[in-house]
């Protein structure tokens, strides 16, 4: 089946500092990758779709200048969380659209911000 | 705006059968998945719908009626392995792509 990565699997940073997320499909492209967000105990939260090629759209909410998504190839996409501070500790995790419209996601990431 | 609901925690008896509902109000409907989530991993996929009816997979089940915004996963012959949060997820159509909006999630403890 399809695979879809990220790296890393855990970053602790201090706050005020910036994080990069990646997401791969590692055997599919994928022009559409989807970014969401999980709190403890609670669901995942769409955060903002990566398209290939142009510009990201953020679900409403979602700080665009602060949740910088790249999506410069195919099969990567990349999340960078600016200026990080405590509340954006989270578990984020992506998924990657193939070009039957199933939805793969990622193992996520845990962020930790001092 | 898009609401999905599901009940927040349930518990149930090794080997019995539980069910999770989950309803759901959205625009532009595209489709019904659950997915299974154990804490601190990915989502895995456990059934699609689109169309009105009972999809039946091994020891899952998951029903859905559009016109009552309503869907059901039906897990039978529980094992304490199926102890985890199942999500309902609704795929939209939102502008120019289809997108994933999530429910609640519903915690589900299975007990000896």
């Known amino acids: 089946g399809a695979v879809v990565s990220q790296h890393p699997s855990r970053v602790i940073c201090k706050s005020g500092t910036s994080v990069k997320i990646e997401c791969r499909s590692l055997d599919f492209q994928a022009t559409t990758m989807f970014w969401y967000r999980q709190f403890p105990k609670q669901s995942l939260m769409l955060m903002a779709t990566?398209?290939?090629?142009?510009?990201?759209?953020?679900e409403q909410g979602v700080e665009k200048d602060k949740f910088l998504i790249n999506h410069a190839s195919l099969t990567l996409s990349t999340l960078t969380v600016t200026s990080a501070h405590p509340e954006d500790s989270s578990f984020y995790i992506c998924?990657?659209?193939?070009?039957?419209?199933?939805?793969?996601f990622g193992p996520g990431t845990r962020l930790t911000v001092l | 705006g898009q609401n999905i609901d599901q009940p927040t925690e349930m518990t149930a008896t090794e080997g019995a059968i539980v069910q999770i509902n989950c309803t759901y109000q959205t625009s532009g409907f595209n489709g019904l998945f659950w997915y299974q989530q154990h804490a601190g991993e990915a989502p895995t996929f456990l059934s699609y719908n689109v169309l009105d009816g009972l999809e039946e997979k091994g020891r899952f089940s998951s029903f859905l009626s559009r016109s009552k915004g309503y869907s059901y996963l039906l897990l039978k012959e529980l094992q304490m392995k199926d102890s985890a949060s199942y999500l309902c997820a609704v795929r939209v159509i939102g502008g120019a792509t289809n997108k994933l909006i999530f429910g609640t999630g519903t915690l589900l403890a299975v007990q000896p």
């Open positions: 998924s990657a659209r193939d070009g039957n419209g199933w939805q793969y």
């Open positions: 990566s398209n290939e090629g142009s510009k990201a759209t953020y």
